[in-house]
T-cell receptor, first 112, second 116 residues
Framework: QQKVQQSPESLIVPEGAMTSLNCTFSDSASQYFAWYRQHSGKAPKALMS????GEKEEGRFTIHLNKASLHFSLHIRDSQPSDSALYLCAVSLSSGSWQLIFGSGTQLTVMP | DPKIIQKPKYLVAVTGSEKILICEQYLGHNAMYWYRQSAKKPLEFMFS???????DNQTASSRFQPQSSKKNHLDLQITALKPDDSATYFC???????????????FGPGTRLTVL
C-alpha cells in the first residue's frame, strides 16, 4: 500500500523567500505525482503534476521528482502572502487503481 | 458558475440518523470520486465511479453508499451516523481513466457534516 508523508508540517517564511516543500512515498511504480493547494475553508486545487523523473517549472513554481529516492518536492520562488495555504502532495497507486493517496499536508504561511 | 456543485454546504445531524450528500459536476468528466477530510486525518479517498460504475471502494463501512443516477451525478448516502463521521466530504471529478494519463482531479466546495 502506498504511503505518503510530507515535511515539514508547517512553515513560516517572509515574503520574497524561496519555499521548499517535501513529499516521500513508498512505491516507485506510481505514475502520477502532484501538488494540490487548499486555502482555508476551500476545496483542494491541483497546482502542478509530473509523471517522470526530473524537473518541471511553471511560473514561480518548480516540481522535482526522484523516483529512486522516493521523493518529490515543490519549490516556490518569491513567495507571496497569497501563497499561504495548506499544500498537499498526492501520488497515484501503481496498481492502476483510481485512487490518489494524499499526504497530511504542509501549512505554509508567508508573512508580508 | 461553479462547475462542481455540492449540497448542502453545512449539515448537522444526530447520532443514528441518515443523510444524503449531493454532488453534480458540469465539467463533462467521466469519473467522479468522494473524499473525506477531518482534523484527525488527511484527505482520504472513499470511492471512485466511472460511467456510473463503481471502480474503487476504500470505505470499510457499509454505512457509506454512493449513488449515481446520472453520469454527472454522484450522491453519498450515510446511515446510522456516528460522531466520528464528522468531517468535510469532498466530491471530485476527473476527465477520464487514470490509465490514459488524465489523473488531475477537480474538487467541489465540500459539505461540512457535524454529527452530534
Amino acid at each position: 500500500q502506498q504511503k505518503v508523508q510530507q515535511s515539514p508540517e508547517s512553515l513560516i517564511v517572509p515574503e520574497g523567500a524561496m519555499t521548499s516543500l517535501n513529499c516521500t512515498f513508498s512505491d516507485s511504480a506510481s505514475q502520477y505525482f502532484a501538488w494540490y493547494r487548499q486555502h482555508s475553508g476551500k476545496a483542494p486545487k491541483a497546482l502542478m503534476s509530473i509523471f517522470s523523473n526530473g524537473e518541471k517549472e511553471e511560473g514561480r513554481f518548480t516540481i522535482h521528482l526522484n523516483k529512486a529516492s522516493l521523493h518529490f518536492s515543490l519549490h516556490i520562488r518569491d513567495s507571496q502572502p497569497s501563497d499561504s495555504a495548506l499544500y498537499l502532495c498526492a501520488v497515484s497507486l501503481s496498481s492502476g487503481s483510481w485512487q490518489l493517496i494524499f499526504g497530511s499536508g504542509t501549512q505554509l504561511t508567508v508573512m508580508p | 458558475d461553479p462547475k462542481i456543485i455540492q449540497k448542502p454546504k453545512y449539515l448537522v445531524a444526530v447520532t443514528g440518523s441518515e443523510k444524503i450528500l449531493i454532488c453534480e459536476q458540469y465539467l463533462g468528466h467521466n469519473a467522479m470520486y468522494w473524499y473525506r477530510q477531518s482534523a484527525k486525518k488527511p484527505l482520504e479517498f472513499m470511492f471512485s465511479y466511472s460511467y456510473q460504475k463503481l471502480m474503487d471502494n476504500q470505505t470499510a463501512s457499509s454505512r457509506f453508499q454512493p449513488q449515481s443516477s446520472k453520469k454527472n451525478h454522484l450522491d453519498l448516502q450515510i446511515t446510522a451516523l456516528k460522531p466520528d463521521d464528522s468531517a468535510t466530504y469532498f466530491c471530485a471529478s476527473s476527465q477520464d481513466l487514470p490509465g490514459l494519463g488524465r489523473y488531475e482531479q477537480y474538487f467541489g466546495p465540500g459539505t461540512r457534516l457535524t454529527v452530534l
